[in-house]
């Protein structure tokens, strides 16, 4: 089993910062992609960032230029550090990660139980 622990969340003012950790324990061989998905009350829950092991990132179109994912592969963590923070970007964020376990074949997908981030205008 794997577990995801998220820390970071908060009440900030608009234009604010935040930094999001993730950090993965338990059976793990290796991971691939890892990544923050925010949910809005009322809305589907969506990707803001992905990173894949090599370092590649991905970014939802709306925290381009103001989001930016690294991961610490010698630790299986992830983090997120939102600059100018936006009211719209209030959400839970869910950290997510495919992990493959040591002895298995395939990777399997996890996620953190969600942090708050609300920012006031």
């Known amino acids: 089993q794997v577990q995801l622990v998220e820390s970071g969340g908060g009440l900030v003012q608009s234009g604010g910062s935040l930094r999001l950790s993730c950090a993965a324990s338990?059976?793990?061989?290796?991971?691939?992609?890892m990544g923050w998905y925010r949910q809005a009350p009322g809305k589907q829950r969506e990707l803001a960032a992905g990173i894949i092991s090599g370092g590649n990132t991905d970014y939802e179109d709306s925290v381009k230029g103001r989001f930016t994912i690294s991961r610490d592969n010698a630790k299986n963590t992830v983090y997120l550090q939102m600059n100018r923070l936006k009211p719209e970007d209030t959400a839970v964020y869910y950290c997510h990660a495919n992990v493959r376990g040591v002895g298995l074949k395939n990777a399997y997908a996890y996620w953190g139980q969600g942090t708050q981030v609300t920012v006031s205008s």
């Open positions: 338990g059976n793990i061989f290796s991971i691939n992609t």
